[in-house]
């Protein structure tokens, strides 16, 4: 059984940046498709970025140029870099492992201010 411990979230004022981790436990870290969602006020969880095992990356068109996910399989860790932050990145970012629907982590509330 996948676990996923994220680190926590914070606030910032915009154009600034904010790095988040998720560790994963519980599995062969180096073949899970990892991803990070977003959940705004009011609104539905959506995809900002994924990362297969072989590291290939996918993102959502409101984030392309400003957000970075990457992955350490030694470390069974993914991570999201987040860039030039806007009011509108505002929500709490979950980890999610694509290949089981139930698998996420705690969730980490990052505010931007303007």
């Known amino acids: 059984q996948v676990q996923l411990v994220q680190s926590g979230g914070g606030s910032v004022q915009a154009g600034e940046s904010f790095g988040l981790s998720c560790v994963a436990s519980?599995?062969?870290?180096?073949?899970?498709?990892m991803s990070w969602y977003r959940q705004a006020p009011g609104k539905q969880r959506d995809l900002v970025a994924s990362i297969t095992g072989d590291h290939s990356t996918n993102y959502a068109d409101s984030v392309k140029a400003r957000f970075t996910i990457s992955r350490d399989n030694a470390r069974n860790t993914v991570y999201l870099q987040m860039d030039d932050l806007k009011p509108e990145d505002t929500g709490v970012y979950y980890c999610?492992?694509?290949?089981?629907?139930?698998?996420w982590g705690q969730g980490s509330q990052v505010t931007v201010s303007s």
């Open positions: 999610h492992w694509e290949e089981n629907d139930y698998t």
């Open positions: 519980g599995s062969d870290f180096r073949f899970l498709t």
